[in-house]
T-cell receptor, first 110, second 115 residues
Framework: GENVEQHPSTLSVQEGDSAVIKCTYSDSASNYFPWYKQELGKRPQLIIDIRSNVGEKKDQRIAVTLNKTAKHFSLHITETQPEDSAVYFCAAYNNNDMRFGAGTRLTVKP | KAGVTQTPRYLIKTRGQQVTLSCSPISGHRSVSWYQQTPGQGLQFLFE???????NKGNFPGRFSGRQFSNSRSEMNVSTLELGDSALYLC??????????????FGPGTRLTVL
């Protein structure tokens, strides 16, 4: 089955800096890669996703890149703000099976 | 559109008991997936139901089971509860398309504590 690894497990940045979180996956058939943000005590919320036929997608301060050959994808947050502080999960989806990374706790210091 | 709802939100049980959790998907969504979230193991996939049929299953023991009704609402059941079953149980709904165009939306979760 699919195996998703996520790094780093914790990330601390200064407000205004960029943050990058990386994930690798094992199943080359995976074709959909969402990113979720989970604030303390709340449900995971989809923040951006990318399909396997696209290499990069941007939405304001958030971008995701996908390298299918290397089987890795990354989340980029620019101009970080304290409200970006949360746990971020990547996931890889194949054939009705969604597998999540272990999560990255991002702290943005004001 | 109303989001995914889960009941109850909090539950306390003792070892050996059984529990049933409920999930109502977004209107029009036919797929419901269940996940267990713990600090040590992260988000782990339990199973997915589509049109009242279990379409996919994660690596959990047979004590964990589920079902889906004709209105797409889903329940999951855990029998003979163990301390390690304490977790946040999340369900997520999606249209259920078997393509890369599907997106899952999570419910608020049920926090189960086993004493």
């Amino acid at each position: 089955g699919e195996n998703v690894e996520q790094h780093p497990s914790t990330l601390s940045v200064q407000e205004g800096d960029s943050a990058v979180i990386k994930c690798t996956y094992s199943d080359s058939a995976s074709n959909y890669f969402p990113w979720y943000k989970q604030e303390l005590g709340k449900r995971p919320q989809l923040i951006i996703d990318i399909r396997s036929n696209v290499g990069e997608k941007k939405d304001q301060r958030i971008a995701v890149t996908l390298n299918k050959t290397a089987k890795h994808f990354s989340l980029h947050i620019t101009e970080t703000q304290p409200e970006d502080s949360a746990v971020y999960f990547c996931a890889a989806y194949n054939n009705n099976d969604m597998r999540f990374g272990a999560g990255t706790r991002l702290t943005v210091k004001p | 559109k109303a989001g995914v709802t889960q009941t109850p939100r909090y539950l306390i049980k003792t070892r050996g008991q059984q529990v049933t959790l409920s999930c109502s998907p977004i209107s029009g969504h036919r797929s419901v997936s269940w996940y267990q979230q713990t600090p040590g193991q992260g988000l782990q996939f339990l199973f997915e139901y589509f049109s009242e049929t279990q379409r996919n299953k994660g690596n959990f023991p047979g004590r964990f089971s589920g079902r889906q009704f004709s209105n797409s609402r889903s329940e999951m059941n855990v029998s003979t509860l163990e301390l390690g079953d304490s977790a946040l149980y999340l369900c997520a709904s999606s249209l259920g398309l078997t393509s890369s165009t599907d997106t899952q939306y999570f419910g608020p979760g049920t926090r189960l504590t086993v004493l």
